[in-house]
């Protein structure tokens, strides 16, 4: 009988299993190289499953977790390898990139410099330091970073893009501008540096060189979204409309619920005075992403601008950025002031704005910067202006202290306020552009107001007082804000125009027919506004309508206004349109006016007391919420009540048979009237005082533990 072979398997040798992690972990190298993430995943578990402390499976598998989008289980794996290999320069760079993925920027910088210590060459490391120190706004020690990850790898075009990126938000635009140019000279596909190049020409206002790059990001074809919507940011700053939702609606072709996209093209139809249909597509933006605050704020400003929004309605829009942005920031970062509680001391008073320049809204509150008493108020100004000019100047000239907050983060804005020791920090932006509504959310200062630049309501409860009148602000309406209502003379005055820009002779006299003008915002100038002065015309055939905007430079944008007094039966000729301009010549456009037409739902604040302060009466509108109200607020603090309208009917009466002997004698004597009324020096006392109740309320008021809970529980 021939013997058999024996059918066990031999047993595998010691060296065959100590061996076996080795293979599995060289397949799951495999698979992780080809992009296989959930089968590398498997397979290093499968590695770590047999030998526990293999380092290599432990570190490569946290990189598979965090290419994965896992980045807990990725720092919980290769925080387990730095125990096994605390000496490993690469691991130690790696937890960086994981650190600054989760938004933990301070550990992110510890572990760069463990890595740099190990290694100093190990480029990677100083590039990573220097993306976690600009997350922290420590740009000057980020460009020494991104300097030394140069230096020892010269080609990297990330390190060049990232370092622009620094130079950028230190304002050190052309240092940034040839950082991008040698990323896109190392590689010419770098989409990245070409958007990051047009950010910055669109800062320095070169928005044809913005535009160019765009351009080339979007030729390159890798971010065909995020190219476009900033193309179309672009488009709109250059006020062109047109293009702006062309593309825009090419973006939403390839992504049809691109959240930005439809906001942008919400913009748009704002900016065309199509206030419902702007509103109508922040809020598809915010059903399908409803914390994006752009978008929240763009439904806030759009709300302003449309006559079926009533004030219960923008109050609500304003209270659900505090829920969705606010209250969470309070909640994080909110603690009780420590100011000393001396109720007349001498109080350090923080103004916060982008529009310390040129801009409609720096006439409206320089006046108060300007007459403060300077014994009892220190004036510190936290400006957002990226460019400054003359006015940005005269803003310098009359603060005690001037910061330069332009490209600051939030965390470091909210330090040089504690530093400062602020008792009362005011907004002058509302929820319009380059605000910082998230910095007040934090609750800084004892006595936080909102005034002035875009004084609707900011929906904050953290922010005490909104600077108001009876006429803008109703008794009856106080209750929809989150603010208390503190009522001036005048929710809103403006400096005195000079005196040569003026004159004293009436339009009508020299022409033989009247004149009428607005000088405000196409945006605000709705069709129902549009109706209401083309009945006007009807009425008073032998009239003129002259119509001034910077908007109106679009050709887009006129031929639209064009059309709809075309539709309405007034001839084209009729009317005339005028561009952006100086503001001399923009003032001196109201010696050719009789009579200013208010528009609405959102009508004239500055615009109203330029007219007034250049002799032209304005007839305006009384609408039931702060924008529609302005104006006739403006126009009862200069003694005009009889311009003000009711309802339709009344506006194109009073605007139709002016009293042309009253229209003389306003042009000659109203400015001096104005001046006893509503003069800067006596506004500022009225502001100064206003302050001085605010503050001593709150030196006698305890902290308040409970509304403090009822905040952090986002009430």
């Known amino acids: ?176 501008l040839a950082s991008y140019d040698k990323a896109i000279e190392i590689d010419p596909l770098n989409d990245a540096a070409f958007m990051n190049r047009a950010s910055t020409f669109k800062e320095l206002k070169e928005f044809d060189l913005a535009l160019a790059s765009y351009d ?54 704002a900016a065309l005075g199509d206030a419902e249909t702007a509103i109508k597509l922040h809020s598809r933006a915010l059903e399908l992403a409803p914390h994006y605050e752009a978008a929240i704020s763009s439904q806030i400003f759009a709300m302003d601008f449309s006559a079926g929004s009533t004030i219960e309605m923008q109050q609500a829009a304003r209270k659900n950025w505090w829920t969705k942005v606010g209250a969470p920031i309070y909640r994080a970062c909110a603690v009780p002031p420590t100011n000393d509680r001396d109720p007349d001391r001498r109080l350090v008073v923080g103004y916060v704005s982008a529009d310390f320049r040129a ?42 202290k001037w910061r330069d907050s332009s490209q600051w983060p939030d965390d470091r804005l909210a330090d040089a306020i504690r530093q400062d020791k602020v008792d009362i920090l005011v907004d002058l932006s509302g929820h319009s552009g380059g605000n910082r509504l998230r910095v007040f959310a934090r609750k800084l200062a004892p006595v936080q107001i909102s005034a002035w630049g875009h004084a609707t309501g900011t929906g904050l409860p953290v922010i005490d007082y909104l600077l108001g009148d009876p006429v803008a602000i109703p008794v009856e309406d106080r209750h929809f804000y989150a603010e208390t209502i503190y009522d001036l003379p005048s929710i809103v005055i403006i400096e005195p125009t000079p005196d040569q820009w003026r004159s004293q002779e009436l339009p009508f006299d020299r022409n033989g027919y009247l004149t009428y003008g607005s000088l405000n915002r196409i945006s605000k100038m709705s069709d129902e506004a549009i109706a209401v002065w083309a009945q006007l015309l009807v009425t008073v055939p032998t009239a003129r309508l002259i119509l001034k905007d910077h908007q109106i430079d679009d050709p887009s944008v006129r031929q639209t206004l064009l059309d709809k007094f075309r539709t309405r039966g007034i001839a084209v000729d009729r009317i005339t349109l005028l561009g952006s301009s100086s503001r001399q010549d923009h003032l001196e456009t109201l010696r050719q006016v009789d009579l200013c037409l208010d528009p609405f739902p959102q009508a004239g604040g500055v615009s109203t007391w330029e007219a007034l302060h250049m002799g032209v009466p304005v007839v305006s509108r009384l609408g039931t919420t702060v924008p529609s109200r302005v104006g006739c607020a403006v126009l009862a603090a200069a003694g005009l009540p009889d311009f003000i309208a009711t309802e339709d009917t009344r506006y194109i009466e009073i605007a139709s048979k002016p009293d042309l002997e009253r229209l003389r004698s306003i042009r000659r004597g109203l400015r001096d009237f104005i001046l006893q009324r509503c003069g800067p020096v006596a506004y500022t006392r009225a502001v100064e005082d206003a302050y001085r109740t605010m503050w001593k309320r709150w030196c006698a008021t305890p902290f308040d533990e409970a509304k403090d809970r009822a905040l952090r529980r986002g009430r």
């Open 359 to 400: 801009h409609s809204a720096a006439f409206s509150f320089r006046p108060v910067l300007t007459h403060h008493d300077k014994q009892n108020f220190e004036v510190v100004c936290y400006s957002g202006v990226v460019i400054p000019d003359d006015t940005t100047s005269s803003f310098m000239a009359v603060a005690d």
């Open 216 to 269: 080339r990001a979007l030729s390159i074809g890798k971010r065909p979204v995020e190219a476009g919507i900033f193309r179309a940011e672009t488009l709109l700053a250059m006020r062109n409309v047109k293009d702006a939702m062309a593309t825009c609606t090419a973006v939403l072709k390839v992504e049809p619920n691109s959240v930005p996209s439809l906001t942008l093209l919400g913009n748009c139809m």
């Open 1 to 176: 009988m021939q013997p058999g072979r024996s059918k066990a398997v031999p047993p595998r040798s010691q060296t065959d299993k100590a061996y076996e992690p080795v293979m599995l972990l060289m397949r799951a190298r495999l698979l992780h190289q080809n992009g296989q993430l959930d089968e590398a995943r498997s397979a290093y578990k499968k590695v770590l499953k047999k030998a526990p402390d293999n380092f290599g499976a432990l570190h490569f598998y946290a990189l598979a977790e965090y290419q994965s989008g896992n980045i807990e289980p990725a720092i919980r794996s290769l925080k387990r390898a730095l125990l096994i290999e605390p000496n490993s320069a690469q691991a130690h760079s790696d937890m960086s990139i994981l650190m600054l993925t989760a938004g933990r920027f301070a550990e992110a910088i510890a572990s760069s410099d463990k890595a740099i210590a190990l290694d100093p060459n190990l480029a990677l490391a100083h590039a990573n330091r220097g993306l976690a120190l600009a997350a922290l706004g420590r740009y000057e020690e980020a460009v020494a970073s991104y300097d030394k990850a140069i230096e020892l790898v010269p080609d990297r075009t990330d390190s060049w893009n990232d370092r622009g990126n620094a130079l950028h938000k230190l304002g050190r635009y052309q240092d940034a």
